[in-house]
């Protein structure tokens, strides 16, 4: 799993790098259009997960920040942690 959040950080990190660097181009529009896009739906996920965020052991706080940044990826892990400590996820 620590694999897929690090290539997802690379690609926005690309996103964002051609957004900057290609200032009012297609692709810096496509880019920051794409950063939106996915910022708007990990937003719902954060909403759409909230009852497994407060369930989840650990920080409330991280595990929000992690939802907004990988979305279904860190939801499965908080899933997982609750399954080993013998709760059932929401």
């Not at 907004?68 to 400590?85: N, P, S, T």
Request: aromatic fraction near 8%; hydrophobic fraction near 60%; glycine fraction near 8%.
């Amino acid at each position: 799993m620590a694999a897929i959040k690090i290539g997802t950080l690379i690609l926005y990190t690309i996103l964002l790098y051609v957004g900057i660097t290609q200032a009012q181009t297609l692709g810096a529009n496509i880019s920051i259009g794409l950063l939106v896009l996915l910022a708007l739906s990990h937003l719902v996920e954060c909403v759409m997960y909230r009852q497994l965020i407060r369930q989840a052991p650990g920080s409330a706080a991280w595990h929000l920040l992690n939802v907004f940044l990988f979305g279904v990826f860190h939801m499965m892990v908080m899933k997982d942690a609750l399954r080993a400590q013998g709760e059932v996820p929401v």
